[in-house]
């Protein structure tokens, strides 16, 4: 049985692990997509399902994550008729919160203006309002510094969204300054932040 079809979000809290859906897209941060579900399965408690896009593919090798992992083939394989699931409307019920990382130029842009053309941008699309979702920019300093990206980056914040602000560094190709997506802990932080939060409402 797929792992979103076993505790759907409706299950209650208390019979069930939380639920963290991580987004990945084409960045060079993606290397650190192993590292970050390692650390996030360290938190008793969680459940990881991790989405890609295509690109981010290029940056980490499947066997190295050790959860579910799905792309746009299975949401096209698994759908053949009308009984059949819709997986990214699967996974956004399944998923308690949404964490995007690393987030990079594009897929900023298509979340911003509400393009969906794959699994990850369909996934956002739908996503229920009422569950928190985190984002992770990364990407060049001159992307960064684009003045489109911080528009970008307030329109997924009016959305209710919320930033984990990207770092200066030296980056991987070679440029110094912002742009890199936050350390994997700062992250992981931030979701055990949620997942207290999330658990403090649900045992009051
Ligand atoms: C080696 C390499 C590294 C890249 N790193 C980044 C990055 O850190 N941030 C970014 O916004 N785009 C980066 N890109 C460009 C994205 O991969 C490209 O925009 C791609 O279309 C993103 O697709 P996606 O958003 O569907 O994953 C990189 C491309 C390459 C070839």
């Known amino acids: 049985m797929e792992p979103w079809a076993s505790s759907p979000a409706t299950t209650p809290q208390v019979e069930r692990k939380f639920h963290v859906l991580v987004g990945v897209t084409g960045s060079v941060a993606a290397l650190k997509l192993p590292l970050l579900v390692s650390r996030l399965l360290d938190i008793p408690g969680l459940e990881v399902i991790v ?3 295509e690109r981010a593919k290029h940056f980490y090798s499947p066997q ?5 992992l799905y792309s746009d083939t ?8 009308r009984s059949d699931p819709v997986l990214h409307i699967e996974l956004r019920r399944w998923a308690d919160l949404m964490l995007v990382a690393p987030l990079d130029a594009n897929t900023l842009g298509k979340v911003a203006s509400g393009i969906c053309d794959n699994l990850l941008t369909c996934v956002i699309r739908a996503w229920d309002h009422n569950k928190p979702l985190l984002f992770c920019p990364a990407m060049n300093t ?3 510094e684009h003045p489109v990206t911080a528009q970008q980056v307030g329109q997924l914040k009016a959305f209710g969204y919320t930033e984990v602000p990207c770092v200066a560094k030296k980056l991987v190709c070679g440029d110094q ?7 994997v802990e700062t992250i992981v ?11 403090g409402i649900q045992q009051s």
């Open 64 to 68: 190295d994550v050790p959860v579910s």
């Open 51 to 53: 989405v890609t896009t």
């Open 189 to 199: 932080e931030k979701v055990k932040e949620v997942f207290s939060q999330h658990h």
């Open 142 to 144: 001159a992307m960064w």
């Open 177 to 183: 300054g912002l742009g890199a997506m936050a350390e």
């Open 74 to 81: 299975d949401e096209w394989e698994m759908w053949k008729r």
